[in-house]
Structure formats: C-alpha cells, structure tokens
C-alpha cells in the first residue's frame, strides 16, 4: 500500500515477482521523462530495488533531458538506488554514433517520419539489450517498463507483447532443433516484463503530483529534438528556447529533400506531410497548427514516440 501525501490519495499496490523468479535482476528501461520517473517513485516508495537503471541516449535529447540526469542521480543515492547508466550506439563500420548523425550521413529522415520505428530499435532497444547481455547475467532478470495506463499505452503494450510472445515461439522451435536464440531473440527469451504504472491504472495526468511529491522536480518531455512526433506548437516551442536546434533540424530536413535520395512522400519532419522549416515565421506555438493549415499542409495529431 503507498500513501501520496501530496494529496493523500492512496495507491493499491500488490508487488510480487515472478512466480519462477525467487531473486530476479531488477533493471530499469528509464527514459528520463515523465512516465518512467514516476515508476521509479513508486519503486522506492514499495521497496523494490532496481540493480541496474538503464537509458540509452541516442545524442539527439534536449538540454533540458541532460540536465534532469544529474538531478535523478542525486535522488537515487538518497533511495540507496543505482544510478542511471548512460549507454549509446556503437557500429561496426558506420561514421556515426548518434542518430542525427545517422540521418545526416545518409540523407535521410528518421524512420518514424515515414511510419517506421528503427530509429527507436536500433539507437535504444538494441544498445540496452546489448548492454544488459554483455553482464552475463546467470539469473532471471525482470524489466520494468515505464508504460502508463492510457490507451496509447496499453495498445504499445499489447503490441509488444504480440512480438515478444512470437519471438518466445521461436526461441522453443530452436531449442526443438538444439540451437542457441537469435539475437533479436534474447531479449523475449530471458527476460518478464513488469509495468508498474498499468498495475496502479495510472495515466499521465496523475504522475506529475507522484514526481513532485517525492520532491522531484518534472522532467521535460524525453525525446529527440527532431523528433517527427513532435506537434506543431512544440516545434515553435523548441525554435524559441533553441533556434540552434531547430536549425539543425531543418538542416537535416534539406539533406534529405535535396539529397540523393530525396523525399517522394513527405515535405519534411512533421509527421501528415508538413516541413518543419514552414513554421520558421511563426513565433506563437499556439497558432502553430492553424500556420501550418493555412499553408494547405494536413496536421496529423503527434504520435509519441
């Protein structure tokens, strides 16, 4: 059971491993924002200790995200919690080590621009599974993942636990044929998967007062700056507090229309066919959106990441 005393609202919360995992290797996929630091509030609140905190930086987060770093690690001593290990893409033969540098090399958008999700995979999911591999650890190891209870989220979840539950189909099939899991495969092999804020029925709403509480300051919202999911009104945001950002970002934009490959479907970054670049008149992120729709362009509602 966990008190708020911000408002004395009471959380129900009934925590137990699981069933084959008697002393499980608690790890955090942490994000830095909103959803996963109030799982990790509510972690020490019910005396779970996480023993590795994990947040893979792509080198393209905003300022603000960086600076949170140094904040969260000073409240993890204070719980006797591990603090946040920092990891990053490592290649084989590519120039580049961070996704704008990707996107840059290539000419090129990334891949959520065009509805795809590897930016995410590669530059996040893969460098942590691969960190978390390389500890060769003997025991079962337990993830909690910072998904909340909105329906955004629960449909992320059942997603991923439609792919995780194929991939564990495949790990038997190869056991079947006395072969080792796939790389792609270790993950969903060794790992269950908890998600705390779903188990409460918490939405994002309520998470601001559990961060506060805990006398944290709320993080910024934890994304790339360029990020195509970002909404009109943020974009504007972003130009006004970091015109060096948003510059970068629409230098990204122009290599990739007038680069090699060009764009055959997209204006530009912003995700239902508009540039970022057209709203660099626009000094009002709340007439952002109708900018944009004056200029014709379609303004989907941001995906988040």
């Known amino acids: 059971m966990l008190q708020d005393n911000s408002d004395q ?3 129900d919360f009934d925590y137990e491993p ?20 109030a799982m990790l509030v509510l972690m020490a609140r019910a005396g779970i200790r996480p023993d590795l905190i994990i947040f893979s ?13 140094d904040v969260i690690n000073a409240w993890l001593r204070e719980q006797g919690f591990p603090t946040v290990t920092v990891v990053q893409y490592e290649p084989t ?6 996704l704008e540098g990707k996107c840059i090399e290539n000419q090129t958008l990334p891949s959520l621009a065009f509805g795809g999700h590897s930016c995410a995979l590669v530059f996040k999911r893969d460098v942590m599974v691969k960190y978390l591999k390389g500890l060769n650890i003997e025991g079962p190891i337990e993830k909690f993942i910072g998904y909340d209870d909105s329906k955004a989220d629960r449909r992320r979840r059942a997603k991923s636990d ?9 790990v038997v099939a190869r056991a ?17 998967f908890r998600y705390l804020l779903q188990e409460q029925g ?43 950002l948003y510059e970068r970002a629409v230098a990204m ?3 990739a229309r007038d680069g090699r490959h060009g764009l055959q479907t997209k204006a530009g970054l912003g995700m239902g066919g508009w540039a970022w670049e057209w709203l660099r008149d626009c000094d009002d992120p709340s007439a952002a959106a109708d900018f944009l729709k004056a200029r014709g362009a379609k303004v989907a509602a941001g995906a988040r990441p």
Not at 24 to 36: A, E, K, N, Q
Not at 162 to 170: G, Y
């Open 162 to 170: 439609r792919v995780t539950d194929k991939l564990r189909l495949k």
């Open 9 to 11: 609202t009471t959380l």
């Open 202 to 244: 918490l939405e994002r709403p309520a998470l601001a007062a559990i961060i506060e509480a805990a006398g944290l300051p709320v993080p910024d919202k934890s994304a790339c700056f360029f990020c195509p999911a970002t909404k009109p009104s943020e974009v504007v945001a972003l130009k006004l507090k970091h015109p060096d």
């Open 93 to 98: 033969r590519a120039p580049y080590t961070t």
């Open 18 to 37: 699981e069933a084959d995992a008697a002393d499980p290797f608690r790890v955090v996929s942490y994000g830095m924002g909103l959803d996963s630091t």
């Open 57 to 69: 930086d792509t080198g393209g987060e905003t300022p603000e995200t960086y600076a949170y770093l």
């Open 176 to 192: 079947e044929q006395g072969r080792a899991p796939l790389a792609d495969q270790w993950e969903a092999n060794r790992c269950s």
């Open 253 to 255: 934009e122009r290599g």
